[in-house]
């Protein structure tokens, strides 16, 4: 089964993916942790995304589509999640091409719905464990008071992204609102849409995504 996490920033989509990987064995495929990888380990992609990601821009779809390209020739498991992916109806358009060219087909979209004022305040209590990459929240997941993360054991540094300030988020929010809610509509079309409320505790938005899927 492949799905699409749809939404905004802050919207939940990483953490729902962490909780659909541990589940049902799927393969998260999530470009903003590539390019992450990409910007952290200097090479010659991630130098040219850095400033782009920083101002919450996006980055182009060529890069993109390449990334997920690649990762759909390898293991399969229990289907694969994009989660941040796609962005544009170009790139909409591409990963239809290319889930074709591999037999593969989309099984679900799924759309966390939020408000911009919980994403503003979910955004910025955010938090990683550097070991692991699992996500912590100040509000709703905080960091375990000894220190050592519940997901990989490891007393790692929790860190916050470049872009989760007040500025970056604005425009990435615009940037989602302008470019990526388009795609609500394309899969609506395609009878692919299914809507979640994405404002209710991990496990409740966890339960409503797995009724989506069945
Ligand atoms: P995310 O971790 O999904 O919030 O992505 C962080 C940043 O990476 C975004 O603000 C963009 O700059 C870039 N990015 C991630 N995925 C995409 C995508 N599918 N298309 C364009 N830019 C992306």
Do not use: W
């Amino acid at each position: 089964m492949n799905i699409i996490l749809l939404g905004p920033p802050g919207a939940g989509k990483g953490t729902q993916a962490h909780l659909l990987v541990a589940n049902r064995n799927m393969i998260q495929l999530s470009t903003g942790d590539m390019l992450r990888e990409a910007k952290d380990s200097g090479t010659e992609m991630g130098k040219r995304v850095a400033d782009v990601m920083a101002r919450g821009d996006l980055v182009t779809d060529e890069i993109v589509i390449g990334l997920i390209r690649e990762k759909l020739q390898g293991d399969k498991q229990g289907g694969f999640i994009f989660d941040g992916f796609p962005r544009t109806l170009a790139q909409a358009d591409a990963l239809g091409a290319l889930l074709a060219e591999n037999s593969e087909a989309l099984h679900a979209v799924v759309e966390m719905q939020v408000d911009d004022e919980a994403l503003v305040s979910r955004i910025t209590a955010r938090s990683t464990c550097s070991g692991c990459g699992e996500v912590y929240n100040d509000l709703s997941k905080p960091i375990p008071e000894d220190g050592i993360c519940s997901k990989c054991g490891e007393a790692k540094e929790f860190t916050r992204r470049a872009d989760d300030n007040e500025e970056a988020l604005r425009n990435r929010l615009m940037e989602y609102y302008k470019k990526t809610s388009p795609l609500i509509g394309y899969y609506y079309a395609k009878g692919k849409l299914k809507s979640v409320n994405g404002l209710g505790e991990i496990a409740e938005v966890q339960a409503e995504i797995n009724k989506a899927l069945g």
